[in-house]
């Protein structure tokens, strides 16, 4: 059994930053990847980033160069630190990662707004 918990999200200026965390549970937590995901209203949801168990990061275009996501396989933490934020990064963010079945937290809302 996995839970996943993120925390951090918030409303922030455009330019601002904000750091997500996604605290999970499980035996096996550091031996997969972790996934960050997000909606945003009226659209599907879509991948923003994951690391591998041996700590190799992927992101999608839309955030490359602003986004960096990290893992504390001691605190079972991965986190998402996002600088300079736009519009159109607002969204709900959740967490993700999959053993046997596919495991989601339940999301924290991301607003970036003037």
């Known amino acids: 059994q996995v839970q996943l918990v993120e925390s951090g999200g918030g409303l922030v200026q455009p330019g601002g930053s904000l750091k997500l965390s996604c605290a999970a549970s499980?035996?096996?937590?550091?031996?997969?990847?972790v996934d960050w995901y997000r909606q945003a209203p009226g659209k599907q949801r879509e991948l923003v980033a994951y690391?591998?168990?041996?700590?190799?990061?992927v992101y999608a275009d839309a955030v490359k160069g602003r986004f960096t996501i990290s893992r504390d396989n001691a605190n079972k933490t991965v986190y998402l630190q996002m600088n300079s934020l736009k519009p159109e990064d607002t969204a709900v963010y959740y967490c993700?990662?999959?053993?046997?079945?596919?495991?989601w937290g339940q999301g924290t809302q991301v607003t970036v707004s003037s």
């Open positions: 499980g035996t096996f937590f550091s031996m997969f990847t």
């Open positions: 690391i591998t168990s041996g700590g190799s990061t």
């Open positions: 993700h990662q999959k053993l046997a079945y596919d495991y």
